[in-house]
């Protein structure tokens, strides 16, 4: 089984340096690697000083060792917009507003899908069932970034029950919170109705009322347990949709977050704090999709001795 | 009921192509030119006129006729992603499953890599690098579609692979390419053709996403995702800008994705519901 | 004193008598202690009378549900939530044919064994769980407490379904099909367990199977079903030596013998009815050598010789000659 981890962290590795082969790549190869990087109004100086530091004169290969080595030491260039500050600097600044709201989405798709799956199928063919599968078309349906404009202007403008966009309190996650949740949340609800009634119908579920348990055992502790484990295995899918709504949702909702710095900086052009960006969210998604993966593991004891 | 949902969901998306292909003709305004006079005009019943029926936007454009054409630019999008992404995607999966070994290792690796990196964010990169393009878009979205091509054909071939008329055209000295065109394409494409269906409706919003952000479909091609950031910052005042274009993917996705939960359930029941 | 008794059950798909039924009229008697075989093709309804008992039949069947199965004078079929638990268990249990899919893949053996045990109301689980498994025949119990199903062959598996359904020591072990699954080497060790369990813990057994060598081996009297009826019963011995119902005969005729050698297989012409295609009157006429006109009436079940009954019109003029 060690052998297992130490393969998937070796993939997840490749893969963080592939990310980082593309954006060095894209950075060097496109057209003037110079100007995207210091932005008009660069001096000579300020040319000179950088060709040396990027080794810009420098065969391919060598200026990508260079990138990684600064990459390493966290110096990932300056931002062109925001006054010269470090990129790293500032993406890290934003990254815990991120990260708490994509937490508190997670969360919410997840307690209020896996409910609403479990209940549609144990009232199977029922209007609770209808009603459940009619949310869940929608909520898979309508685009993200619509949504949060609609609920600002109907949740926060005309009811005025929630603030429109910004930071600080619990209400403000809110309205974001649901946005970026909401596709998943309609994903994880099918996939669950999906395999509880797979379940429910199984030879094993049938044995466990034979043993007479009560019914919310067999469908709480038999069925459900076996019911969470291709949810596991599309956790990795739904972590990618969540980056694009991240980015999308924290744009509609003023969110000071990196989705939001990603924005900010595409629109100014701003392409080492893109480029910082970009590796700091492939970081963070290939942990994530390694912490799923262990959970994994851990949860379905077939795949232990997989590998 | 089911069946009347299926076919009300068949007839939208026959609509909807037929808008796309012919309706561009067929609307009297220039979704392209606006007149200054006629800016945030409000739609027929809310104080409008009947000379703009969805009202017009900032430059005085007509709302009808931009959303006519968002749906030509969608359908090109999608048309042009699924082929590229599909025929990749089947040629590797398929050559991956019938020829095994170690090309289908390598393969299988390039795969899982494609699927573990939120390519997403490439396309914010290149929008950066190049700003908003079709180029950008098709390529970027292709390259996050084409895995799943892949994925399936690979897992087909090697089921169909294993059928006795396969065996039957191998010892009647079929060559491999004859196999496959002849026997093999023809029985995976069903479960194709189902990715196919479900990854419009995810096309179309990944599109509307991309251009929301400013790098998908250049201005001032009126994409409804760019239509929907065109009216944000006055959708208190004039809500049709922003309002129309979404409505138009809701429903075209919703109808795509009731499509395809039906054809999935024809085609592969097993799949049913884990789509995501 | 009968431990189970059904009496005229029929189960319908909907309401009222011209649905189509899978059962019709059945009824039996399961005295304490003794192995019932319930002997039948695909299609005979066997095995949802072995699922009638402890109310497992799907919910739209339950409408087209009429009858009784008396559990000491107590209806299993009017029976509700908490009574019907209780019964299941600790009264009847049940052994299902597929050992793949019987067990739960995420929880370990010794976990599910545990909870039927805890429902028994044993105190010392791992002790009794060991116990338990040693008492299936299974080597090393202590250590197979911790494995998962994914890891154990079907005859494994299915020696711990057997001693989950012992767990709570009911009275009454329902075996759909158990060695159906399983591979023929298997099938015979696992019976010759199933008998020795039986005498060890005293219950009775309602086995339903499709194989006469089954029945040849581990029952004491068996029921021979046929679209949706029962159409002879008898002590095993007796029905082997004396069949007196054609289709009986004609299943028995076409058991393979390893000492005579007929040219051909004997093969009973047709093909069993489907559900709602019965023919009127008795189900098997069409097929049978021995039909007569008044064949197209049902023959009521009729007791021909000490505890052997049949339903048909020529068994019962054979038994008057």
């Excluded at chain 1, 799956?117 to 929608?138: E, H, K, M, P, Q």
């Excluded at chain 3, 709602?276 to 069409?286: I, K, M, Y």
């Excluded at chain 3, 021909?304 to 339903?311: E, M, S, Y």
Aim: aromatic letters at 6%; charged letters at 15%; hydrophobic letters at 50%.
């Amino acid at each position: 089984m060690t052998r297992l981890i130490l393969g998937r962290l070796a993939e997840a590795l490749a893969a963080l340096l592939l990310m980082s082969l593309a954006i060095f790549l894209l950075s060097r190869v496109t057209g003037d690697p110079v100007a995207l990087l210091l932005g008009d109004g660069a001096t000579a100086e300020d040319r000179d000083l950088l060709i040396a530091q990027l080794r810009l004169d420098r065969p391919l290969w060598e200026q990508y060792l260079s990138f990684l080595g600064n990459a390493l030491t966290g110096d990932f260039g300056q931002s062109v917009a925001a006054g010269r500050r470090d990129a790293l600097e500032l993406v890290l600044d934003r990254l815990p507003a991120s990260l708490s709201l994509a937490a508190v989405a997670l969360g919410f798709t997840l307690v209020t899908g896996i409910a609403m799956g479990v209940v549609a199928a144990i009232t199977r063919g029922s209007a609770v069932d209808v009603f459940v599968r009619i949310v869940a078309l929608l909520g898979q349906s309508v685009p993200a970034f619509w949504l949060g404009i609609v609920l600002i202007y109907v949740v926060a403008v005309h009811w005025g029950w929630l603030p429109t966009s910004g930071y600080g309190t619990p209400a403000h996650y809110v309205l974001p919170a649901l946005t970026m949740g909401t596709f998943t949340l309609a994903a994880v609800t099918r996939l669950v109705r999906a395999s509880m009634l797979d379940a429910l119908g199984s030879e094993y579920i049938k044995l466990a009322r034979i043993k007479g348990l009560p019914e919310a055992t067999v469908i709480l502790k038999h069925a459900l347990s076996n019911s969470l484990i291709p949810v596991v295995t599309f956790m990795g899918a739904f972590f990618a949709t969540m980056i694009t709504g991240a980015v999308v949702v924290e744009t509609v909702f003023a969110w000071p977050g990196i989705g939001r710095l990603a924005y900010e900086s595409i629109v100014s052009r701003d392409f080492p704090v893109i480029q910082t960006v970009v590796l700091v969210i492939t970081a963070c998604f290939i942990l994530a999709n390694f912490c799923v993966d262990m959970l994994y593991l851990a949860i379905d004891p077939r795949m232990r001795d997989r590998g | 009921m089911q069946k009347i949902t299926f076919h009300a969901a068949l007839v939208l998306l026959a609509l909807f192509v037929l808008t796309a292909v012919f309706g561009p003709y067929l609307v009297e305004h220039d979704p392209l030119k606006g007149s200054l006079r006629a800016r945030l005009e409000p739609p027929l019943w809310a104080g409008g006129s009947a000379e703009h029926l969805l009202g017009t936007d900032r430059l005085g454009r007509d709302m009808l006729a931009r959303i006519v054409s968002g749906a030509r630019i969608s359908l090109t999008v999608c048309v042009v992603v699924i082929a590229i992404a599909g025929s990749i995607g089947t040629a590797i999966g398929t050559l991956s499953g019938y020829v095994g070994g170690w090309l289908d290792r390598i393969l299988m690796r390039l795969v899982d890599l494609a699927l573990s990196l939120p390519v997403i964010l490439l396309a914010l990169l290149i929008g950066a690098v190049s700003g908003p393009s079709f180029g950008n878009i098709v390529l970027v979205i292709s390259l996050v579609l084409w895995s799943q091509y892949a994925r399936m054909a690979r897992g087909e071939t090697l089921r169909v692979k294993n059928e006795d008329y396969v065996d039957l055209a191998r010892t009647s000295g079929l060559g491999h390419v004859r196999i496959i065109a002849r026997h093999i394409l023809p029985n995976i494409a069903p479960a194709l053709i189902v990715v196919a269906t479900l990854q419009v409706g995810v096309v179309i919003v990944l599109e509307a996403s991309l251009s929301f952000l400013g790098v998908g479909v250049p201005p001032p091609n009126p994409s409804w995702g760019s239509m929907v950031a065109d009216g944000r910052s006055y959708v208190v005042t004039a809500w049709w800008v922003s309002l129309f274009p979404g409505i138009a993917i809701l429903l075209v996705v919703m109808a795509v994705n009731i499509v395809g939960d039906a054809l999935t359930d024809r085609i592969n029941p097993a799949l049913r519901g884990r789509t995501a | 004193m009968s431990l189970l008794s059904i009496r005229n059950l029929s189960v319908r798909l909907g309401r009222g008598a011209v649905a189509p039924a899978i059962l019709e009229e059945v009824s039996l008697d399961v005295m304490p202690g003794e192995t019932l075989g319930l002997v039948g093709e695909s299609g005979s309804g066997k095995s949802t009378l072995g699922m009638s008992a402890l109310r497992l039949t799907p919910p739209r069947l339950a409408d087209g549900t009429s009858g009784e199965i008396l559990w000491e004078g107590r209806d299993i079929l009017k029976m509700r939530g908490r009574e019907l638990r209780g019964l299941r268990g600790g009264e009847i249990s049940m052994i299902l044919q597929d050992p793949m899919a019987s067990l739960n893949p995420v929880f370990s053996i010794g976990a599910q064994l545990t909870e039927a045990l805890r429902r028994a109301g044993r105190s010392d689980l791992l002790k009794a769980a060991e116990a338990a498994l040693a008492e299936v025949r299974i080597p090393s119990p202590a250590d197979r407490l911790r494995a998962y199903p994914h890891q154990m062959s079907g005859g494994m598996r299915q020696r711990v379904v057997s001693a989950i359904g012992l767990a709570q020591e009911p009275r009454l072990i329902i075996c759909d099909e158990p060695t159906t699954a399983l591979d023929a080497t298997i099938q015979f060790q696992f019976l010759d367990l199933l008998r020795a369990l039986q005498e060890a813990h005293g219950m009775a057994m309602l086995f339903v199977t499709h194989d006469f060598g089954v029945v040849a081996r581990i029952c004491d009297r068996v029921a021979v079903m046929y679209a949706g009826r029962i159409v002879e019963t008898g002590p095993v011995r007796e029905i082997f030596r004396n069949p007196r119902h054609p289709y009986t005969r004609a299943l028995l005729a076409a058991v393979p013998s390893t000492t005579a050698a007929p040219d051909r297989l004997p093969v009973i012409e047709g093909a069993p009815p489907s559900i709602g295609n019965r023919p009127e009157g008795c189900a098997f006429h069409p097929r049978c050598p021995l039909a007569g006109p008044d064949c197209q009436r049902q023959p009521p079940m009729e007791t021909l010789a000490p505890r052997h009954q049949a339903a048909c019109w020529r068994a019962r003029e054979e038994a008057a000659a």
